[in-house]
């Protein structure tokens, strides 16, 4: 009798949740396509493509471009082929082409004579924003301890096979999907000699007008066992930048920021909080790392140059690297085994992390886009008020959630719903001091944007 009892009391506990979250309006809590998504990866499929990169003997910038066994010319075009093939499986869905750069001699000490970077791009257009797009990005090139040596054996099986390898096969999941927005699949080249790659596809973007919301660049995703003598496939890096670099000059947004807050609220941190969250919410066993900083300690990475150019952007990446696999000759000294080779890869954790990419990309491209402008007000008041612009758009926007978080929280703790046809929303006995608010876009599947921070104060008798 107890036990029906409590049963009862659990079935009126549910219809009542169900019939408050109706009357809500709000959207589902989660996308069921995006758990198939985010187990689809093979790591069969990415071992078979790692071995044909590596195979290729060197991928190094300036190495060998008319052979089509070897260097980074018979790379190029076979990735290529690879998006073609794609492309016919999904009825032709892909736009697969080359974006050039010239890079004169002196440019860097690393291009000693001009040099031809070729990137690979593949789009997926979206069906509702085609010119919304997310991004994800590897690298096609490799290099050894000499950077100039373009002719030696560089099979560059983690470095960066494993993240070029990851593009292919997200390519492959998604594209047996449609979106609203659209997805670019992206091969980078000239990572190793100055990221002229990303140099010159950002402004690609920016010349053809793209409204780029989100660059996933993966640089290593294939290595478990680091330096420190760590084996770990269950966690993996984000890093990302607080704010875009172009704005440290803006004078208006440094004051906002002294006396408003959010010096780790820009749009790539809320990029990397957003990869957090759909890796916690749609992956088992693998637990994301927020680490702030742009790259790590005092280097850099593909996504750097799209930061520069006024977009969102982050690295994914192994937790524990091996310093002795990375630009180095393949030799044997001391009893250790140097070079990055195919050996060293873990395909299954490779697949995990490309998992990672393809339900972040399928989410961002679900969703409606976020908010073009968030205003905030409630100083020295007992509240809190947020206004927002709505998003020129024609994906379907069911409505918008608003965050919050005490100051010293890393992620968003709480939200809110709020309906479409409203633009604003004011927190009540709340002491505005200690928390954090952002407000993101939701779409009826349930498929939030990004956060955005609020950037301004809501101009006075603004209703």
Aim: proline fraction near 6%; charged fraction near 20%.
């Amino acid at each position: 009798m107890r036990q029906r009892y409590q049963l009862s009391l659990l079935l009126l506990v549910f219809l009542c949740t169900s019939v408050r979250a109706q009357k809500s309006g709000a959207p589902p809590a989660e996308d069921a396509r995006l758990y198939d998504i985010a187990d689809a990866p093979s790591a069969e499929r990415l071992k078979q493509d790692i071995t044909r990169l590596a195979n290729f003997g060197t991928r190094h910038t300036l190495s060998d471009t008319l052979s089509n066994t070897r260097g980074i010319g018979a790379a190029r075009r076979w990735i290529h082929a690879e998006f073609q093939r794609i492309s016919k499986d999904c009825g032709g869905c892909l736009e697969v082409f080359y974006q050039r750069n010239l890079v004169p001699a002196g440019e860097s000490r690393r291009i000693p004579t001009a040099t031809y970077v070729v990137n690979v791009v593949a789009i997926q257009r979206g069906t509702a924003d085609p010119n919304r797009l997310v991004m994800m990005s590897g690298d096609i090139d490799s290099r050894i301890s000499d950077p100039l040596n373009g002719t030696d054996d560089s099979p560059g099986a983690n470095d960066n096979a494993s993240g070029m390898a990851g593009v292919l096969e997200a390519a492959r999941t998604l594209t047996q999907y449609k979106f609203p927005g659209s997805i670019a699949y992206v091969g980078l080249s000239g990572e190793e000699q100055g990221l002229f790659g990303g140099k010159g596809l950002a402004k690609y973007a920016q010349d053809n007008n793209w409204n780029l919301q989100a660059v996933l660049n993966n640089d290593m995703i294939g290595n478990i066992t680091g330096i420190d003598g760590v084996t770990d496939n269950t966690s993996f890096r984000i890093f990302s930048e607080p704010y875009y670099p172009e704005s440290a000059n803006d004078e208006r947004q440094n004051i906002f920021r002294r006396f408003f807050g959010g010096e780790v609220d820009g749009p790539s941190r809320q990029l990397a909080r957003y990869i957090h969250r759909v890796t916690t919410q749609y992956t088992t066993n693998l637990k994301p790392m927020m680490i702030y900083r742009l790259d790590r300690f005092g280097r850099g990475g593909h996504h750097r140059p799209f930061n520069d150019a006024g977009f969102p952007g982050i690295r994914i990446m192994e937790t524990h690297e091996n310093y002795t696999q990375q630009h180095q000759d393949i030799r044997t000294e001391d009893g250790i085994e140097y070079g990055d080779k195919l050996e060293h890869v873990n395909f299954p954790y490779a697949a995990k992390l490309t998992g990672v990419n393809a339900v972040s990309l399928a989410g961002l491209a679900s969703a409606p886009p976020p908010p073009p402008l968030v205003m905030i007000g409630g100083t020295v008041e007992p509240s809190a008020r947020l206004k927002w612009d709505k998003p020129e758009t024609r994906t379907e926007i069911a409505g918008y959630y608003v965050h919050y978080r005490l100051t010293t929280e890393p992620q968003w703790t709480h939200k809110r719903f709020v309906p479409a046809d409203q633009l604003t929303h004011t927190f009540t006995n709340i002491v505005v001091d200690n928390y954090y608010f952002g407000v993101s876009t939701v779409g009826p599947d349930g498929n939030e944007s990004c956060v955005v921070f609020p950037s301004t104060l809501i101009p006075r008798g603004t209703k």
